[in-house]
């Protein structure tokens, strides 16, 4: 038998041939076609998130990114599915309040071993970033940011309603307030007060959240006890169809409408999350646009205490990846976390605290403008069940405001199903 000793040159050579470990990774945010792999310059959620992943595909040595197509609707339901069919994702994004479901399954892998071998330092997290991908003492993800809702806001419409004062907007501190507020900008400029998405995704459920929690209430306790048929509930709800019955706001826009109507100057304030601050930003600098001049404000107190929903993006792998993927998506996972200060340009609050304590993050526009949001985002307790919760309060919900169903039987009838929900 004849031996053939290889040059270094011709073994690199044989190495690179080999083909790359592919790694295949679910996410929602939306599509972008033309991304690149200029981490810097895209503008908004899916083109920054894909940037970011085709780097990644294109710099880690060895590894090919591969994006599954999935849409934000039915993201869930597509993930449980390729479960249910064996063929889990090998990095897929999650929220935080998704883990008791998913980990509770034994769906998730324990990841707390793999950090820093992928150069991946925990302690860099924010204390909150760690106990958002943390689950019964383990770690089950690596977390990429903390998201909330703010009032995004027309400062054009608020000018000409008197709304305005040292260059910052003038927001209601109580629910009468609100609704004086909202009169000033119809009477002065014929436009709505405030839009959001009453119609389709939870951005409803997400405003009567935070107007509970501003009165100390919650829709379930720890001890798993439903609390939505309250005053608190009437209360939250009553602000927000107050607008409806005077026609100051439209209940039946759905997201895309009513990103629309802001854009197009059809409302002085938009209520939506951290992730279209960029957007909205590069959008007010466009001439065609009827939106000039933006500002992103903290969701304003309306009762006792401050308080907006917020939850966490964070990414997971599934429990049986193992080997040369399990590796290669942990290297993944570590060029997504490196690049935390890229994925924050969206407008989402970063968890790493080296970028936090960054000029390059402390400079980011509109940042100072929500920089109470973090001290007030609240969350419900933890639930396996958070999912089909939200699914009852949103159907509930857009039952009071888009089919005039009696304010005490929604409450009531989604305080009991929920409640069927927590006892299962």
């Not at 019964?136 to 004062?165: K, S």
């Not at 009553?238 to 439209?250: E, K, S, V, Y």
Request: hydrophobic residues 45%; contains cysteine.
């Amino acid at each position: 038998m004849k031996h053939v000793l290889l040059t270094a040159a011709a073994a690199a050579s044989l190495a690179s041939a080999a083909p790359a470990q592919e790694v295949t990774l679910a996410r929602f945010f939306g599509a972008c076609e033309d991304a690149g792999t200029d981490t810097t310059s895209s503008v908004g959620e899916p083109c920054i998130i894909q940037s970011i992943i085709n780097a990644a595909s294109a710099e880690i040595d060895g590894v090919t990114v591969n994006t599954l197509p999935t849409d934000w609707g039915n993201y869930y339901d597509q993930i449980k599915a390729a479960f249910a069919g064996g063929t889990p994702p090998d990095v897929f994004v999650m929220h935080r309040h998704r883990i008791p479901e998913f980990a509770g399954l034994g769906a998730l892998a324990e990841i707390t071993g793999d950090l820093e071998a992928a150069g991946i330092d925990p302690a860099d997290w924010s204390e909150n970033a760690l106990e958002a991908v943390s689950y019964e003492g383990g770690i089950y993800g690596v977390p990429m940011d903390f998201h909330a809702n703010l009032w995004h806001v027309n400062m054009d419409l608020m000018a000409e309603a008197g709304l305005v004062e040292d260059g910052a907007p003038i927001l209601p501190s109580s629910p009468e307030e609100l609704m004086e507020h909202a009169q000033m900008v119809k009477d002065a400029t014929g436009q709505d007060y405030l839009a959001a998405d009453f119609a389709q995704f939870p951005i409803g459920v997400r405003l009567v959240l935070a107007l509970m929690w501003q009165q100390d209430a919650n829709i379930f306790s720890e001890d798993g006890t439903a609390t939505i048929d309250t005053e608190a509930g009437t209360n939250a709800v009553g602000a927000i169809t107050q607008l409806f019955d005077a026609g100051l706001a439209n209940p039946q826009l759905n997201y895309a409408d009513s990103q629309q109507a802001f854009l197009n100057g059809e409302a002085a304030v938009l209520v939506n999350g951290t992730w279209v601050v960029d957007f909205y930003d590069a959008e007010a600098a466009k001439e065609e646009v009827g939106l000039d001049s933006y500002y992103a404000a903290d969701f304003p107190t309306l009762f006792e205490t401050g308080a907006t929903w917020a939850d966490s993006h964070m990414w997971a792998l599934p429990s049986t990846i193992d080997g040369e993927t399990r590796d290669a998506a942990m290297q993944v996972l570590a060029f997504i976390n490196d690049h935390n200060i890229d994925w924050a340009r969206t407008g989402h609050m970063a968890v790493r605290k080296s970028v936090v304590e960054s000029d390059a993050y402390q400079s980011l526009p509109h940042r100072d403008e929500y920089a109470v949001t973090a001290s007030i985002a609240k969350d419900t307790p933890p639930s396996e069940r958070y999912g089909a919760i939200q699914d009852v309060l949103n159907r509930e919900l857009q039952a009071i405001w888009l089919t005039d169903k009696p304010v005490e039987a929604a409450l009531s009838d989604a305080e009991l199903e929920v409640q069927d929900l927590l006892d299962r």
